[in-house]
Antibody, heavy 118, light 111 residues
Framework: QVQLVQSGADVKKPGASVKISCKAS????????MHWVRQAPGQGLEWMGT????????NYAQKFQGRVTMTSDTSTNTVYMEVSSLISEDTAVYYC???????????WGQGFMVTVSS | QSVLTQPPSVSGAPGQRVTISCTGS?????????VHWYQQLPGTAPKLLIY???NRPSGVPDRFSGSKSGTSASLAITGLQTEDEADYYC???????????FGGGTKLTVL
């Protein structure tokens, strides 16, 4: 079955960077774009961007341009997202989700909690 | 301020019907982009509930249905059950933003 695995959680100081992984299995990795979405505590879902694992092209939400980098490794079927210059407002659960044919998100990874605190 | 507007909360008694609206604009829903709905149970990742406006993934009960008209979409839940208590989000694509957008989410309480 299609599965996206994200592992763990991390605590970072303001100004630091975090790199989050999302390992895909159960389908042809290069055939589907991957989205990244975050959710701050008690808040809604916020789309951050998407990457095409075939070729590595990306599309970032304007809010995150310059601060987010999405990459993919086809040898391990893993996508990564690095967020730099972290601030407290970046404290959130970060999800990866596979893009469906008409831009739906399914399935989702279990999420990776990032806490930014001094 | 979300691009897609949802009511913050709705409620209903077991067995009743509720609807959740999702209002967009001419650059997203009104531009004929599909609307998708997600259910997020407490402490879990969102789950696809309705895709492409009206379609249910395998395993989603037919108590859940979606519709779309003009610049808005709706999610209807009939025969409410206690396990339906969750947050619900709509999602579409916005051509002005060149990216996906979500509604602010609606918390469903089953009284």
């Amino acid at each position: 079955q299609v599965q996206l695995v994200q592992s763990g959680a991390d605590v970072k100081k303001p100004g630091a960077s975090v790199k989050i992984s999302c390992k895909a299995s159960g389908y042809k990795f290069t055939s589907y774009r991957m989205h990244w979405v975050r959710q701050a505590p008690g808040q809604g879902l916020e789309w951050m961007g998407t990457i095409n694992p075939s070729g590595g092209s990306t599309n970032y939400a304007q809010k995150f341009q310059g601060r987010v980098t999405m990459t993919s490794d086809t040898s391990t079927n893993t996508v990564y997202m690095e967020v730099s210059s972290l601030i407290s407002e970046d404290t959130a659960v970060y999800y990866c989700a596979r893009r469906g044919d008409l831009n739906w998100f399914d399935p989702w990874g279990q999420g990776f909690m990032v806490t930014v605190s001094s | 301020q979300s691009v897609l507007t949802q009511p913050p909360s709705v409620s209903g008694a077991p067995g009743q019907r509720v609807t959740i609206s999702c209002t967009g604009s001419s650059s997203n829903i009104g531009a004929d982009y599909d609307v998708h709905w997600y259910q997020q149970l407490p402490g879990t990742a969102p789950k696809l509930l309705i895709y492409a406006n009206t379609n249910r993934p395998s395993g989603v009960p037919d108590r859940f249905s979606g519709s779309k008209s003009g610049t808005s979409a709706s999610l209807a839940i009939t025969g409410l059950q206690t396990e339906d208590e969750a947050d619900y989000y709509c999602q579409s694509y916005d051509t002005s933003l060149s990216g996906s957008v979500f509604g602010g989410g609606t918390k469903l309480t089953v009284l």
